[in-house]
């Protein structure tokens, strides 16, 4: 029970999406009269039953304090934790455990990365991100940026919302230290050709770090294939718990850096001469860490493991299909980000209508999409808009529900516009 790796070995189920509907309870339900649509997983998806009881089961049957070695359920506890950290090892092919660190999410991973490599940099230096990013891919290097000197440097993307190669070949120089971009783009669903990207980076000795929190919902990273130097995503968007989430980073940079916060667990002994820390990975993770968390991001992970990923993504594919197929039936209405390459995330606009009066519409009929800037100011400035409105969609959606969100944005339209 407590060896939550295990499941990594069952059978495989095919994949169904009115079964795999019924393992989301959250789903079943009426919004404002209507049956829940939900289309805002791009915010934060839902759980399944087998993450909900995987974490009831760890209250009611193993919780205590981790790593303490004390008592049984501490042993219990600690076998569930550090099993869930060899499932995410799993499922980003890293070399070791040791590379898998706990953090409370890609924010606070991110920020962890820009603090340990700030003994790095000087006056000068370059850090090179895209005109895409997430502000949580943004803002921390410009926080390390006015400590040291440094330059945050934007990549510029392509009308239809792609990296613009040349724009990443000509800012690419001596000065450039490290490359932070994004997997996939939360606004625009357009996968990044990162493993060029890093490739290129690399060979001129470039530090890399990659945000998969769009990534990870929809496609299996391999960290050791991409050969970045970081990874990291958010729990919760992989239909994981809040709270937690995850930095991969190669154990020779990790080992490296200076540790992120002070306190228990990262120590190895504490005296008023000299603290020393504790190895990889507790020496990045201070304090009593978010461990029913762990454990149901790590059933999150064995639940994905289980469905047929192949068909899944095929499925995926088809509802951005029809929604792009349908944008002709609404008028005004156009789509922003129409990469070759693209996860099923759908940003619009309609004439005449603000995108946050779409989104009041559109919830008094039960559906729930995202509107706004979506943390990615520059990139709305880019498209010279104040926000967009965000359908983006898990395997979970149906077909069906696609066409609800069209003929309600009929409706809105017909009505308003
Ligand atoms: C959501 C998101 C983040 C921030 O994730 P948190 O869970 O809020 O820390 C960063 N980057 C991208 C691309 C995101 O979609």
């Given at each position: 029970m407590n060896d939550l790796s295990m499941a990594n070995t069952a059978t495989r189920e095919a994949f169904d999406v009115q079964a795999v509907r019924r393992d989301f309870p959250i789903l079943s339900q009426q919004v404002n009269g209507k049956p829940l649509v939900y289309l805002d997983n791009g915010a934060s998806a839902q759980k399944p039953t087998a993450v909900l009881d995987a974490m009831d089961r760890y209250y009611r049957e193993m919780h205590s304090n981790v790593h303490r070695g004390a008592h049984t359920l501490g042993d219990r506890a600690t076998a569930a934790f550090e099993g869930a950290r060899e499932t995410v090892r799993n499922f980003l092919n890293a070399h070791s455990t040791r590379e898998i660190i706990w953090t409370k999410g890609t924010t606070e991973?991110?920020?962890?990365?820009?603090?340990?490599?700030?003994?790095?940099?000087?006056?000068?230096?370059?850090i090179l991100v895209s005109h895409m990013e997430h502000h949580a891919n943004i803002v921390p290097w410009q926080m390390i940026a006015e400590r040291t000197?440094?330059?945050?440097?934007?990549?510029?993307?392509?009308?239809?919302?792609?990296?613009?190669?040349?724009?990443?070949?000509?800012?690419?120089?001596?000065?450039?230290?490290?490359?932070?971009?994004?997997?996939?783009?939360?606004v625009l669903g357009t996968v990044n050709p990162v493993a060029?990207?890093?490739c290129?980076?690399?060979?001129?000795?470039?530090?890399?770090?990659?945000?998969?929190?769009?990534?990870?919902?929809?496609?299996?990273?391999?960290?050791?294939?991409?050969?970045?130097?970081?990874?990291?995503?958010?729990?919760?968007?992989?239909?994981?718990?809040?709270?937690?989430?995850v930095l991969y980073g190669k154990a020779a940079l990790l080992e490296d850096m200076p540790p992120y916060q002070g306190g228990g667990e990262m120590i190895e002994r504490v005296s008023f001469e000299r603290t020393t820390w504790n190895v990889l990975p507790y020496k990045f993770e201070a304090g009593t860490p978010a461990i029913a968390e762990a454990v149901g991001l790590g059933a999150a992970i064995d639940y994905l493991n289980r469905l047929d990923r192949e068909a899944m993504e095929a499925a995926e594919n088809a509802l951005l299909e029809r929604a792009h197929q349908l944008v002709?039936?609404?008028?005004g209405m156009s789509i922003i980000g129409t990469a070759q390459h693209k996860v099923p995330v759908m940003?619009?606009?309609?004439?005449?209508?603000?995108?946050?009066?779409i989104g009041t519409l559109l919830d008094q009929q039960g559906i729930a999409i995202r509107t706004g800037h979506h943390c990615a100011m520059p990139l709305m400035d880019f498209y010279?808009?104040?926000?967009?409105?965000?359908?983006s969609f898990a395997f979970y959606n149906t077909l069906d529900e696609v066409n609800q969100l069209f003929t309600a944005l009929q409706k809105v339209q017909r009505l308003f516009a």
């Open positions: 991973a991110i920020n962890l990365v820009a603090n340990g490599l700030a003994p790095r940099l000087k006056a000068g230096d370059e000197g440094a330059k945050v440097v934007p990549i510029q993307v392509t009308p239809q919302g792609e990296l613009d190669p040349d724009s990443f070949n000509s800012l690419l120089n001596d000065r450039t230290r490290i490359l932070a971009i994004t997997h996939v783009s939360n060029d990207m890093v290129q980076a690399r060979a001129r000795g470039i530090i890399t770090l990659l945000d998969g929190a769009q990534a990870v919902p929809h496609f299996r990273p391999d960290v050791q294939a991409l050969d970045c130097d970081f990874y990291v995503f958010s729990s919760h968007k992989l239909f994981g718990p809040t709270g937690i989430g002709e039936t609404v008028p940003s619009f606009k309609i004439e005449g209508l603000h995108p946050s009066d010279g808009v104040p926000g967009t409105a965000r359908a």
